[in-house]
């Protein structure tokens, strides 16, 4: 997979779950930090080939990791993660 661009919005791969709301969904995700865990809504989880991901947009590339900016309400960042570059996202629409 190609390099993403600083600015591009890519698509990172979510574990999801209900959140406590309706129309809110609990998802986490593997950073270099460790797991995060947060809210959503639920119209922002896309699903492609039975996969779920969410938008985040690429703040930064480095050799080992990307750092995203994500929407949502998270328990340990405040919307910034650093992805490792081997994880499997895709190129938002």
């Known amino acids: 997979m190609s390099t993403p661009s600083i600015g591009e919005f890519i698509l990172i791969p979510v574990s999801v779950g209900a959140g406590p709301f309706r129309g809110?969904?609990?998802?986490?995700?593997d950073s270099r930090d460790g797991p995060i865990s947060g809210f959503i809504r639920a119209d922002q989880v896309e699903t492609r080939n039975y996969k779920?991901?969410?938008?985040?947009?690429?703040?930064?590339?480095?050799?080992?990791?990307?750092?995203?900016?994500?929407?949502?309400?998270?328990f340990t960042t405040t919307g910034l993660a650093h992805i490792d570059r081997h994880t499997p996202f895709l190129r938002a629409a």
Do not use: M, P, W
């Not at 809110?24 to 995700?29: N, V």
């Not at 990307?66 to 309400?73: D, M, P, Y």
């Open 24 to 29: 809110e969904r609990l998802i986490t995700f």
């Open 52 to 74: 779920n991901f969410i938008r985040a947009l690429v703040l930064g590339v480095a050799k080992d990791y990307i750092t995203v900016q994500l929407h949502g309400s998270f």
